[in-house]
């Protein structure tokens, strides 16, 4: 996507206060969306630390999904009940990348804020 300043201004304004989520215990990334997203770097996601964040209805259109299951359930939610995220995957290496996904409202509403603020996605 190609922004003018004011533009790429006004986009990351879109995404201030919009606290990351912690998974909770039990939740797995789904084998089948890291194999399909990542590929062959997929086990690096095996010792790295993630957290969710809701994308802000305004940019959501802007950040590609990589499928349609929920990110942590793995079941495909109906379009009335998914909810635009990424999934910041933080590798031990240093760095991480973040994963456009859908969740469903409710799982993600079981996801325990934390005190980090989530970045911009680019």
Not at 52 to 70: F, G, H, N
Request: net charge negative.
């Amino acid at each position: 996507m190609t922004m003018t300043d004011e533009e790429a201004d006004e986009f990351r304004k879109l995404f201030l206060g919009i606290m990351q989520r912690n998974l909770p215990d039990g939740v797995v990334f789904p084998d089948s969306l890291a194999r399909r997203s990542l590929g062959s770097a997929s086990d690096l996601v095996t010792a790295a630390r993630m957290t969710i964040s809701e994308d802000p209805p305004a940019a959501a259109s802007e950040i590609y999904r990589v499928c349609e299951e929920c990110a942590l359930s793995g079941e495909v939610p109906p379009t009335d009940m998914r909810q635009p995220a990424t999934l910041q995957i933080d590798l031990p290496s240093g760095g991480g990348l973040g994963l456009g996904v859908w969740v469903h409202s409710e799982c993600l509403s079981h996801c325990p804020a934390s005190d980090t603020q989530r970045g911009v996605p680019w």
